[in-house]
Nanobody, 128 residues
Framework: QVQLVESGGGLVQAGGSLRLSCAASGRAFSSYAMGWLRQAPGTERELVAAISRSFGNTYYTDSVKGRFTISRDNAKNTVYLQMNNPKPEDTALYYC?????????????????????WGQGTQVTVSS
């Protein structure tokens, strides 16, 4: 059973930077592809970024490409989301999510339906 705890959210000015962290419990963390989801009020949850369990392959939704970076440290059971140059439209509740299927090590899970468990979320608010 994987438990996910997000941290690092808060209020940031547009053009600033923020790093989100997600600490996972359980020895199987390195076996799973991971992702960051977000949901703003009145909108559907969307996949922002994803990373494979090995090899560092990544995916980004178009709106964050070139600004956000997902990474993971399997030794620390942690996945990160570095948010550079955030915009007011990035304001949302950000969730760390796990795809608990045993997929190929370099495979990135790019579909929302592939994530079957996520944490409680951390709020990010970007002021203009």
């Amino acid at each position: 059973q994987v438990q996910l705890v997000e941290s690092g959210g808060g209020l940031v000015q547009a053009g600033g930077s923020l790093r989100l962290s997600c600490a996972a419990s359980g020895r199987a963390f390195s076996s799973y592809a991971m992702g960051w989801l977000r949901q703003a009020p009145g909108t559907e949850r969307e996949l922002v970024a994803a990373i494979s369990r090995s090899f560092g392959n990544t995916y980004y939704t178009d709106s964050v490409k070139g600004r956000f970076t997902i990474s993971r440290d399997n030794a620390k059971n942690t996945v990160y989301l570095q948010m550079n140059n955030p915009k007011p439209e990035d304001t949302a509740l950000y969730y760390c999510a796990v795809d608990r299927r045993l997929v190929n090590p370099g495979r990135v899970s790019t579909g929302m339906e592939e994530y079957d468990y996520w944490g409680q979320g951390t709020q990010v608010t970007v002021s203009s």
